[in-house]
């Protein structure tokens, strides 16, 4: 079992950063793939980033690659999502997902732990 808390959410402006956090509880963490998913209003919810156990692969969609940097610290059991040269295109309920392998892939079905999410607004 991993529960997962998101934190960072807030408003900033176009071309502003915003870092985004997600704490998981469970033993499990350090050995699981973790991911970032977005939802916006009216749309479905697509995948962001995914890193794997250690830290060594990461994986973006398209939209953000170059903007958006995955990272994590397996001894604090937290991931996190920098985001800088924000868009009002990125503006969601940004999410954080935990995989059942060492690392899972851009398939929400892939993830089985996710967060109640944080809104992230960007003002043009």
């Known amino acids: 079992q991993v529960q997962l808390v998101e934190s960072g959410g807030g408003l900033v402006q176009a071309g502003g950063s915003l870092r985004l956090s997600c704490a998981a509880s469970g033993r499990t963490f350090s050995s699981i793939g973790m991911a970032w998913f977005r939802q916006a209003p009216g749309k479905e919810r697509e995948f962001v980033a995914a890193i794997s156990w250690g830290g060594g692969r990461t994986h973006y969609a398209d939209s953000v690659k170059g903007r958006f940097t995955i990272s994590r610290d397996n001894a604090k059991n937290t991931v996190y999502l920098q985001m800088n040269s924000l868009k009002p295109e990125d503006t969601a309920v940004y999410y954080c997902?935990?995989?059942?392998?060492?690392?899972?892939?851009?398939?929400?079905?892939?993830?089985?732990?996710w967060g109640q999410g944080t809104q992230v607004t960007v003002s043009s």
């Open positions: 997902a935990a995989g059942r392998f060492g690392y899972s892939g851009s398939s929400a079905n892939e993830y089985d732990y």
